[in-house]
């Protein structure tokens, strides 16, 4: 018989796949098994590496049988698939959220330990995948979680950048960027299937030709490249589910390659094939501030259009009617980065499908969802005419027909009005001809959100104020959530079983469950209990620090933490002006030590490899510590500790252990937050302003369990539109205008007054983020939160409270808000 004719007639090649036994027995037959026949190595030879490989292996054969399942039914059902693009997913370590996930975390450990293992030596190992650079690329990561915990079919699509986000160094204070070879020790998380590549095509032209009598458009594409998929498990928690991640890698295609190759130069057609590589080489560092550059234009497009064509080919099944498209998908847009996906959906259904342009319009604009994430003016996304018309000849036509409709819609609706039609163009004129992301994606999205109330807003009211007039009904907000599992279950494994104990074990997938703890605020045995494990986190933060770092937490030290991408906006500055005022009055002998509430400043944050600003800041806060630790002044009383390479890791053991939440950026200016949100749930006291979702964490747990302070929105576009002069708070504060001199005679530079003279005059005659206007107010929220801590059991009750009435912050209310106000997609169990 030829190939073709044979069918599977043995019975275990008809039976479905089946995980291992979920049991000691059958875990360490199956990681015993792995070791030998994939590691190639006897236990008895094998190292930690080969050993977690093989456990890593493991616990994927676990979920094969279901992964597989899941990915066939995507093709047979009928329902709708949420397809998540984004150029970023900071996923965290995979092995802890896939054994928890799979309920196996005790039957490895034992299992392991039968093998002679600690399973926390493998543990150890796991580099994470650092596939993003801050708030985005994580609340990507969380929502892909609860869409598998909710059993919705979803694809989460991005780009398996070979180095993630850098590593952060210090060598004399200062920030040093290393490569993230993430990699190195092997990706035991996911799978390629070089099978299932598509070809992106880059460059060009562009020309038309008649189609049986109709003029027709197509793209004569220049040079192209591979995307191959690497799949990675996306499980549920302890519901069977697991879905798929799908992240492409460029591959140099043959052609690509072939004439210089043929002309005898076969070192440049290997250099040809690192071009191509180049496209998933690496993750741009830049959090809100994109640089133009061109590579980072083939990463958007390379991703999208392979997702796409992706969904199109091989998700939906043979002959689908692609006018039927809007029912079976959502491509939700993070932020701008995927927007280039609209222009080309519109090429694949005219240029490829031979579908009319209003038919193509109309799906598309019901296929696409886009949520901002940023207020930053300096963030929202632009390509110039030239470069995407250079990269992408065929697109940036299409992009130019969107907006000719577009603008005649405006005209019909509010008249010639020429400035109107100016500003609200999707082609920019100032200062380069450019295409404006945020407002394609604003045309073409069926809806738009915001990722908080305040946020929604101010999008409404400002940065898109005009389509918002236009289309009210378009705009949306989705208040941000981060997921129960990894921030709640995972990283305070004391605090979770105390609330089982407590409430049961629902909440995991149920957040709001934990108002049951309001019922026990009041309680003296849970309180000691609560305060008892904050306590022990503290200990284990500070075993982490020293074990990487030799620093320590003390005992009774309040902990104060700040742990975000270091911004200008967030005002770490702030915080060190904060820092630098409570050394000042110590050892100025104006507040006598023993008065003083024991604390240690925490820091985590990296900068931009290019923001000069936010790398002077880090400068100063390290120069600050090493002061500050070395003074036997202050000693017992104040310290300061900056653990570089702040990653989503090391933030697993630092939000458990936190006391206070710094979130003081200045109102108007971050767009959600949730660091916030992680740290109130682990029953962190919040000191913030009114931005972004601290306003909603404020509302929930109330004024008497939140420390407010600062200018309210409103009153910052007042004092700007005022015209605000820094120097004359400097004049008026004494104690800034203390902290600022010490700064500036080099207190903290060996009296070196240039280090920081940059950052000085920054702050006393711009100060963009108004940090010394806020001052004064936050310094007196300062002096609230240690009259608050000296109370201990009030402190307690309030760090109770946060975590009970932080249920509405999971990631899983999130996803139902998205369902119901966006994507109308529903479970598929
Ligand atoms: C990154 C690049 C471009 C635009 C925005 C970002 C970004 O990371 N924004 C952050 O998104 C988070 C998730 O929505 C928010 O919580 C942060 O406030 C926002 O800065």
Redesign the pocket.
């Known amino acids: 018989p030829s190939a073709s004719e044979l069918r599977p007639t043995h019975p275990l090649a008809l039976a479905p796949v089946a995980a291992p036994p979920a049991s000691v027995d059958g875990f360490v037959r199956r990681f015993l098994q792995n070791l030998n026949f994939d590691q190639g190595v006897a236990l008895s030879a094998s190292d930690d590496n080969d050993r977690y490989l093989a456990l890593a292996g493991t616990v994927r054969d676990y979920l094969m049988a279901r992964w597989l399942d899941d990915q066939a039914q995507q093709s047979r059902q009928q329902s709708k698939t949420v397809c998540y693009l984004s150029a ?1 997913y900071l996923l965290g370590r995979q092995l802890d959220n896939n054994l928890l996930a799979a309920r196996l975390t005790e039957i490895a450990t034992e299992a392991l330990a039968q093998c002679g293992i600690d399973i926390d030596d493998l543990r150890a190992l796991e580099i994470e995948p650092g596939l993003g ?7 990507a990561a969380c929502f892909i979680d609860s869409l598998a915990t909710m059993s919705i079919p979803t694809i989460g699509y991005g780009i398996r950048y070979e180095y993630g986000i850098f590593r952060q160094a210090f060598a004399d204070g200062q920030q040093v960027e290393q490569p993230d070879a993430w990699l190195r020790l092997g990706s035991p998380w996911d799978f390629p299937h070089p099978e299932a590549a598509q070809t992106i095509s880059f460059g060009g032209r562009t020309e038309t030709y008649d189609d049986d009598g109709v003029e027709r458009t197509r793209w004569v594409p220049e040079w192209n490249v591979l995307a191959v998929p690497y799949n990675m498990m996306v499980p549920g928690y302890h519901n069977g589910r697991v879905n798929t991640l799908r992240l492409w890698r460029a591959v140099a295609t043959n052609a690509f390659d072939l004439h210089t190759f043929n002309s005898g130069d076969y070192v440049a057609s290997v250099r040809a094939q690192t071009f191509a590589e180049n496209i998933s080489k690496v993750l741009y560092p ?5 640089q133009g550059k061109e590579l980072r234009l083939q990463q958007q497009y390379f991703f999208v259009a392979a997702s796409i064509a992706d969904f199109v080919e091989h998700v939906l099944p043979d002959g689908f009617d692609l006018t039927k498209l809007p029912e079976r998908v959502i491509f939700q847009l993070n ?3 995927p927007v280039i996906g609209v222009p080309e959906l519109m090429r694949v259904l005219v240029d490829e499908k031979g579908m009319e342009w209003d038919a193509a319009w109309a799906i598309t604009q019901k296929c696409f969802a886009y ?4 207020l ?1 003016p300096e ?3 632009v390509w110039s005419v030239d470069l995407l018309g250079r990269l992408l000849p065929r697109h940036l036509e299409i992009i130019y027909r969107i907006n000719d409709a577009f603008l005649l819609e405006v005209r019909e609706r509010f008249g010639d009005d020429e400035m109107l039609i100016r500003d609200m163009s999707i082609i920019g004129e100032h200062p380069f001809r450019s295409v404006r992301m945020a407002y394609l994606a604003t045309v073409a999205g069926s809806k738009v959100n915001g ?2 109330e305040l ?1 929604s807003q101010l999008l409404r009211d400002n940065v898109l104020k005009d389509f918002a007039r236009m289309w009210p009904e378009k705009f949306t907000n989705v208040t ?1 959530g981060v997921t129960p599992r990894r921030f709640l279950r995972l990283a305070n494994p004391e605090l979770s079983t105390l609330i089982t104990e407590t409430l049961g074990a629902g909440w995991t997938v149920d957040l709001e469950r934990l108002r049951g703890l309001e019922a026990y605020a009041d309680d003296p045995e849970f309180r000691e209990r609560f305060a008892a494990v904050k306590a022990a986190n503290k200990r284990r933060l500070s075993r982490v620090l020293a074990a990487r770092d030799g620093t320590t937490i003390d005992d009774g030290h309040l902990l104060d933490v700040m742990i975000k ?1 270091l ?1 200008e906006y967030k005002r770490q500055t702030l915080k060190v002006l904060h820092i630098v005022s409570a050394y000042d009055e110590i050892v100025s002998g104006r507040v006598p030590v023993e008065k003083v509430q024991p604390r240690t400043f925490l820091f985590g944050a990296k900068a931009a490899p290019g923001y000069a600003m936010a790398k002077h800041i880090i400068h100063l806060i390290n120069a600050v510590g090493e002061v500050v630790n070395a003074d036997p002044r202050v000693e017992g009383r104040l310290k300061v500790l900056y653990p570089s390479n702040y990653n989503v890791t090391l933030a697993e053991s630092i939000i458990p252990a936190a006391d206070l939440s710094e979130q003081i ?1 200045l109102a108007g200016k ?6 916030n949100m992680k740290l109130a749930l682990n029953g962190a006291l919040t000191i913030g302003t009114d931005d ?2 601290n306003v909603e964490i404020r509302q929930l747990v109330g004024d008497d369990n939140f420390f407010l302070f600062g200018m309210s929105e409103p009153e910052v576009e007042a004092l700007w539109a005022d015209g605000y002069r820094p120097a004359d708070f400097y004049h008026e504060d004494e104690r800034l205008r203390r902290a600022i001199d010490l700064i500036a005679a080099g207190a903290f530079s060996g009296g070196d007054r240039s280090v920081f003279e940059p950052l000085i005059s920054n702050l006393l005659y711009d100060d963009r983020f108004m940090a010394l206007a806020d001052f004064g107010s936050y310094l007196d929220a300062q002096e609230r939160v240690d009259a608050a801590y000296a109370d201990q059991d009030a402190w307690v009750r309030s760090a109770i409270l946060n975590v009970a009435r932080s249920g509405f912050f999971s990631s899983d209310r999130a996803m139902r808000d998205y369902l119901d106000r966006i994507w109308h997609a529903t479970p598929v169990h």
Not at 286 to 290: C, F, H, L, Q, W
Request: hydrophobic share 25%; charged share 20%.
């Open positions: 970023e650079n801050g708030g985005l690329g994580r609340l830049e959090d809100s501030t994109p932020d701008t980065h949520t901002c994430h940023t930053l963030a929202l996304e990722v908080a946020h941000n991408r911004h950026s971050e767009a959600s937050g949730t660091g972004g979702a």
